[in-house]
């Protein structure tokens, strides 16, 4: 029990820690222009929080999220180019090159409300969907990221393909306010990163409470051995459907987020190569652990914005070399080197039972 | 009927764009159980293999004939580098492999940008490739035939071998029973690093193939791997009957859709389609029967 114990406090500390930094310390000491870079890292730290309960927990590697990520994105751009028009007015990108106005499904968005909650809403449901359809059927391990994968290639290509309706390959930008508050002002972006902070720390408590109740025990059962939670009498679909659409939800907010702070949102950020890439940090972060995928894709962010600043085509091979050493010869990231650090400094080893409770091997879809 | 035929052409083209693509894929995923995601860089690696080889001999028929064999070598040498250093010790983690692979494919991409430039480069066509040929009075393009034939004689040969050869029974019995085949003498190790050099040779042969639809560039591979990935999902695991004729009903169904819609709906409804499909027969077209749970 003690090591129950422990990992709560030390849960707490650490999220006490978090908040200080992310709400005192960053905006104390970066610039406007550095912290909004790092409001740009905690949307895609959202994105890998999700991820990691999906992933890491699940056992379902998502090629996808990238969609949800999207959805979420362009439904915020959406609205934010219709109320930058004004009522009833036409986007400026639309009136360029069509005269025949705002297409229909835009219209529901010039509300905030109801683009609120479509944010919120659609990326859920057709990641209930999509895992009804599929996890029903016991499609899992490599068909599952396939379909995902195919689904990411498809959102881009329609995206592309409709260039009247969101852009095509520019995409949505040049955004000026955000719900009546002005993009110029700088303390309006310094709101925007709080907002971002904010929504990060609270999905991470929602991972956190997932992760240790009843459900998050169930989610690991069902990556470990699918067969046997359904001859104890649960549903592995319904267990795997609720943790895909949570994941997609917290996709779907940082999307969301994503487009005020950075200013454009475009088929390049949400593609298959991007869904992928989302996948990096928290492979390297660790992909079990709670603040591994946040930690993992806040510094794989980081460091791409500072190596693509000074080698331009440094970074692929960068980002290719991480993911065949990391995901080859340190399944667990860097979190297995701490744990493998904490348990050998303990001066009483904790029973290997209780530790393996806590802290879940991944089995890497042995069943696919 | 005019628009029928071509239609149909068309999709019957398209498919075995994509049954070359496949068929590699076929047998690395779907008999080694490795999801290679650097598949559609090796199709790359062969497509300029193929241009190497024309600037070097400059006669454009020679050049395609000789390039053949060259990308199935080349081809199957990444394929067994990557096997041998990175694949051998993943086997148990088949889901890691995509993410490993995707890896190797992200510099493999690079490495071709930075020797070959972003630009897309050109391998002329030879001169008995070019034009059409009449058929029952429809033109059909010299080109596709070409890449339809191609298709048809790479399923033969490696159906072929498969079956027949001794090489062929072994990899066959690696696939059903890999500690059976092991204690019946079978090396199961030479037997995956043949496996891989084949079905990346594939790749190789797939990626000349392609020259003779456009102009090629780094990006080539990354556009036909996801419906390469799908053609083997709908086939059945380890079936290369599956492949075949996933791959030309997914291609006829593209070019059907396309032409009723557009290129973007179309991947979106087909997209739909395998998903709507895979609820019936998950385990695809043709399913291997166990008592296995998983």
Not at chain 1, 304 to 325: A, C, D, I, K, N
Not at chain 2, 268 to 284: K, N, S
Request: glycine share 12%.
């Amino acid at each position: 029990m003690t090591s129950i114990f422990r990992s709560r406090y030390a849960v707490g500390i650490g999220f006490l820690v978090a908040a200080v930094l992310l709400f005192a310390v960053a905006p104390a000491v970066l610039t406007t222009f550095r912290l909004g870079l790092l409001g740009k890292y905690l949307c895609y730290a959202m994105v890998a929080v999700g991820i990691g309960l999906a992933w890491g927990r699940g056992g379902m590697l998502t090629l996808g999220q990238g969609v949800f990520f999207g959805i979420g994105a362009y439904l915020m751009a959406m609205h934010l180019k219709l109320a930058d028009a004004g009522p009833g007015a036409v986007p400026d990108f639309m009136a360029l090159i069509s005269s025949e106005g705002v297409p229909w499904w835009w219209e529901p968005f010039r509300s905030g409300t109801v683009t609120i909650i479509a944010i919120l809403v659609l990326p859920t449901l057709l990641a209930v969907l999509l895992g009804q359809a599929t996890f029903r059927r016991k499609v899992r391990g490599a068909y599952f990221a396939i379909l995902s994968q195919a689904l990411a290639a498809a959102f881009a290509i329609l995206l592309i393909g409709n260039p009247v309706a969101t852009g095509g390959s520019t995409g949505l930008n040049n955004f000026k306010g955000f719900f009546g508050f002005s993009l110029r002002d700088p303390a309006n972006r310094q709101m925007l990163y709080f907002i971002a902070a904010a929504a990060l720390l609270v999905m991470v408590l929602v991972a956190r409470q997932l992760m240790v109740s009843r459900f998050g025990e169930l989610l690991v059962a069902c990556r470990d051995g699918e067969e046997r939670v359904r001859f104890l009498g649960y549903d592995p679909a319904t267990v795997k459907t609720v943790a895909f659409a949570v994941a997609a939800m917290m996709a779907g907010v940082g999307g969301a987020l994503f487009v005020p702070i950075v200013g454009i949102i475009s088929p390049n950020d949400v593609g298959v190569v991007p869904s992928i890439g989302l996948l990096i940090g928290v492979a390297i972060g660790g992909r079990t652990t709670l603040a591994g995928p946040v930690l993992g894709a806040i510094a794989v962010a980081w460091a791409e914005t500072s190596l693509s600043e000074q080698f331009p085509s440094g970074w692929t091979y960068v980002q290719g070399l991480m993911f065949m050493l990391v995901v080859a010869f340190l399944p667990g990231g860097l979190a297995s080197l701490v744990k493998w650090r904490r348990t050998a400094k303990a001066d009483p080893p904790p029973p290997p039972a209780a530790e393996k409770d806590l802290t879940p091997e991944p089995a890497g879809g042995a069943q696919a | 009927m005019d628009i029928l035929v071509t239609q149909v052409f068309n999709g019957l083209s398209g498919g075995s764009i994509l049954l070359l693509a496949a068929l590699g894929l076929a047998l690395t995923f779907g008999q080694m159980g490795v999801i290679n995601m650097a598949h559609g860089e090796f199709m790359m690696a062969g497509a300029y293999t193929a241009y190497v080889c024309q600037q070097l001999l400059g006669s454009a028929g020679v050049s395609l004939l000789v390039s053949l064999p060259i990308a199935f070598l080349i081809g199957g040498l990444l394929g067994v580098v990557l096997e041998a250093t990175l694949l051998r010790r993943m086997y148990h983690r088949p889901l890691d492999t995509l993410l490993v692979t995707w890896g190797v494919s992200l510099i493999l991409q690079q490495l071709a940008r930075d020797l070959f430039g972003t630009a897309g480069v050109d391998v002329a066509a030879p001169a008995w490739l070019s034009g059409p040929v009449e058929i029952l009075g429809f033109a059909f393009p010299r080109s596709r035939l070409f890449i339809l034939v191609l298709a048809i004689v790479a399923v033969v040969a490696v159906t072929l071998v498969l079956k027949l050869t001794p090489l062929g029974r072994r990899i066959r019995a690696t696939v059903q029973n890999r500690q059976l085949a092991e204690s019946a003498g079978i090396s199961t190790r030479r037997t995956d690093m043949l496996t891989f050099f084949i079905g990346s040779g594939l790749a190789g042969i797939a990626g000349v193939a392609l020259t003779l639809m456009g102009s090629i560039s780094s990006n080539l591979g990354t556009s036909y791997i996801v419906d390469a990935f799908l053609v083997v999902i709908i086939g059945g695991i380890g079936q290369i009957k599956g492949a075949v004729i996933a791959a030309f009903v997914l291609g006829v169904a593209q070019s059907w859709i396309e032409y009723s819609t557009s290129a973007s709906i179309a991947k979106v409804i087909v997209f739909a389609l395998v998903v709507a499909f895979l609820q019936f027969r998950p385990q695809g077209i043709f399913q291997v029967r166990t008592r296995s749970l998983v």
